[in-house]
């Protein structure tokens, strides 16, 4: 049973450009959730998403966009890079009304902006 | 605002010394906590969580942890670390009234000498 895969694992962009992360949730998992982890610091929750729509959202400007897809697999998108967004951003996958909610993360997407 | 404090930055420690790791947290409602490690160039795995129950977890590897509600702490400990425990080590609390988000404190970065 494959956990939760994120793509790619690492990805170099230039200022102004915009990006698009790739997640596959862990199967039997209907909610996704993303996080962005900056050098140095936990993960910060971006939003999450849960029949298609999002369900929460983090304090992260509307550069930050993403989408949830029928078979729950999610992007998400920043546009207009800023150095400031280079971290690692990371998936959670997780079935709504699982026990304790419990998410399982992905490896990770490195995102450097240059 | 919810949040969750770890005190601990870095913390340097000889093998089988004994460790514990501060967690508290700011939230009033029902939680469930989570430790999660990251080691070096890996993604987050986790350690030990709870839900409700014995306040007194045990997760992989030998670690532990204990729930005390009236302190909103949630400490790790370990009788005896390893070369290998060198890692970072993340607690989080997710709010089960409501967002079911996970909120992340800033990590510790335990070394560990042999």
């Known amino acids: 049973d494959a956990g939760v895969t994120q793509s790619p694992t690492h990805l170099i962009k230039t200022r102004g450009q915009q990006v698009t992360l790739r997640c596959s949730p862990k199967?039997?998992?209907?909610?996704v959730s993303w996080y962005q982890q900056a050098l140095g610091q936990g993960p910060q929750f971006i939003f999450q998403y849960y029949e298609e729509e999002e369900r929460q959202r983090g304090n992260f400007p509307d550069r930050f966009s993403g989408h949830q897809f029928p078979n729950y697999s999610s992007e998400l998108n920043v546009n207009a890079l800023l150095l400031g967004d280079s971290a690692l951003y990371l998936c959670?996958?997780?079935?709504?009304?699982?026990?304790?909610?419990?998410?399982?993360f992905g490896q990770g997407t490195r995102l450097t902006v240059v | 605002a919810q949040s969750v404090s770890q005190h601990n930055h870095h913390v340097i420690l000889s093998e089988a010394a004994s460790l514990e790791l501060g967690c508290n947290y700011s939230?009033?409602?029902?939680?469930?906590l989570f430790w999660y490690v990251q080691y070096p160039g890996q993604h987050l795995q986790l350690l030990l969580k709870?839900?409700?129950?014995?306040?007194l977890v045990k997760g992989i590897k030998g670690f532990e942890a204990e729930f005390i509600k009236s302190k909103f702490s949630f400490n790790l400990r370990k009788p005896s670390v390893q070369w290998s425990d060198t890692a970072e080590y993340f607690c989080a609390v997710m709010d089960m009234e409501g967002t079911y988000k996970y909120i992340f404190g800033t990590g510790t970065r335990l070394k560990v000498l042999a």
């Open positions: 959670a996958s997780s079935f709504f009304g699982g026990e304790g909610y419990e998410a399982f």
């Open positions: 939230y009033g409602g029902t939680v469930n």
């Open positions: 199967s039997g998992h209907d909610t």
């Open positions: 709870y839900f409700s129950g014995d306040p």
